[in-house]
């Protein structure tokens, strides 16, 4: 994880020491999201699409949706809410709601944005989770397989999509 942060200029990555394939939604984890939400106040957060059951390569991952759950959950209504968490106030993490919360793998989308000069570095940062490519030139064709409809294989053109929750 950290060398693909590295690899799409990310300045912080933060670790929850949660056990990959075992995220659940609890309110512990709520907490700590609200906690770093508040401590950085982002004006966007990006997560995954809690409601992404049945996905294009089968059912998706738990922890995907999962970890889309409790953000949505620690966006709304706890973030922004001095209410939730009083002890995070005791820590000096005042209330912050984002603007906006994008969602990828979305089966409802309301934007799509053009990420064509981008994707050779999603590529090179998704081949950095080593431990999670069994095969690296059939996952390269799979990616290259999501081109747009509209694009050819001399000009590529891919698209991600979202849905934009805008709070602002």
């Not at 996905?55 to 620690?74: M, S, T």
Request: hydrophobic share 40%.
């Amino acid at each position: 994880q950290a060398n693909a942060a590295k690899t799409i200029g990310a300045q912080a990555v933060h670790f929850l020491d949660r056990p990959d394939g075992y995220l659940v939604p609890d309110i512990d984890l709520r907490r700590e999201i609200v906690r770093i939400i508040r401590r950085l106040k982002p004006d966007i957060l990006v997560t995954c699409d809690p409601q992404l059951l049945f996905a294009p390569y089968g059912i998706n991952h738990p922890d995907h949706r999962a970890a889309g759950q409790v953000v949505l959950d620690a966006v709304f209504p706890a973030a922004g809410n001095a209410a939730y968490f009083p002890e995070l106030l005791a820590e000096g993490h005042q209330p912050h709601m984002p603007h906006e919360v994008w969602c990828s793998s979305s089966n409802t989308p309301n934007v799509a944005m053009d990420v064509t000069d981008t994707w050779p570095i999603k590529i090179e940062a998704i081949l950095k989770h080593k431990t999670q490519i069994s095969d690296v030139e059939k996952l390269k064709e799979r990616m290259n397989s999501r081109r747009t409809e509209d694009s050819t294989t001399e000009n590529p053109r891919f698209e991600e999509k979202f849905h934009v929750i805008k709070y602002s």
